[in-house]
């Protein structure tokens, strides 16, 4: 393995989904590098999340590789990648309505760490402590974490779901879309749990159609157009212009080489 090769996180070669006659992605060639935080860009309809199901183990791809850390993996199930490190924060929440806010960061992984069968619910306290723990380092505030998910507002759940990734994640953390049924403030919450991130050295694929924010946030935006990969340019050396260019197919593809 060649050293650039080392350096990479995630990889993808060829990959591609098509849904019947629906050619959602085509031939994406993807790079994430250690440490690196990158936006994907596109209108709705690109492919953006079928690019993040395929990567998540949500589906499996039509065709392609994807390497992730060095290894090819074919990921059946979002716990085989959560189990090695990614975590992602879907574009549709998975969060429980009826539990609260420590049931909900766990949810799915109680087993592994509690699995003291009838003495279980003796670990509600850990739990507890664990969830306070998490929102603090993500500096999310929630009132009262006893309260049911399904009482709280849209941001104070997108909050919880991003503060449970962000205390997860290992090596990949993936947000899809956090932000947009966010509030100026619960922005500037995310974008600062995703600047902690950065400091950790937790490399980060963002989907936002928030331009501002991902300037403001990241070094390369790839940009995708009806399924296909058409730009990843550095954030230094682009613009806004530019990137509404490539949204929109004004601008044919850049680094055509690899962006046919
Ligand atoms: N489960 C599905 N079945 C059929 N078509 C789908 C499915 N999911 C997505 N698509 C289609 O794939 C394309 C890409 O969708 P999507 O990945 O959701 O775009 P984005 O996240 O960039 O808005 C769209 O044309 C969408 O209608
Ligand atoms: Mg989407």
Not at 113 to 121: A, E, K, R, T, V
Not at 163 to 187: C, H, N, Y
Request: overall charge neutral.
């Amino acid at each position: 393995m060649s050293d650039t090769q080392k350096d990479m996180i995630l990889k993808t070669v060829g990959l591609a989904k098509r849904y019947g006659g629906v050619h959602a992605l085509e031939d994406a060639n993807f790079e994430l590098k250690a440490g690196e935080h990158v936006a994907i860009v596109g209108d709705n309809g690109a492919g953006k999340s079928t690019f993040v199901r395929q990567i998540t183990g949500v589906e499996q791809p039509s065709a392609g590789e994807i390497y992730f850390d060095g290894e090819k993996v074919e990921f059946k199930s979002p716990i085989e990648a959560r189990d090695c490190g990614i975590e992602t924060v879907f574009q549709n929440l998975a969060l429980a309505d009826d539990l609260d806010v420590p049931s909900n960061l766990f949810l799915g992984r109680e087993e592994r760490y509690f699995n003291l069968g009838p003495f279980s619910i003796l670990n509600e306290r850990k739990m507890l402590a664990h969830a306070q723990d998490a929102l603090r380092t993500t500096g999310v505030k929630i009132p009262d974490l006893r309260n049911k998910i399904r009482n709280m507002s849209g941001g104070q759940r997108q909050c919880v779901a991003i503060s449970r990734a962000a205390s997860f994640a290992s090596k990949l953390i993936i947000m899809d879309e956090p932000t947009a049924a966010l509030g100026v403030q619960e922005t500037a919450q995310v974008e600062n749990i995703i600047r902690t991130l950065k400091s950790r050295g937790i490399p980060l694929i963002l989907i936002s159609h928030n331009l501002r924010q991902v300037f403001d946030l990241v070094d390369r935006i790839w940009v995708f157009r009806r399924g296909r990969i058409v730009g990843a340019v550095d954030r230094s050396k682009t613009d806004g212009n530019e990137i509404v260019s490539l949204i929109t197919g004004v601008k044919a593809a850049v680094d055509a080489p690899d962006f046919a």
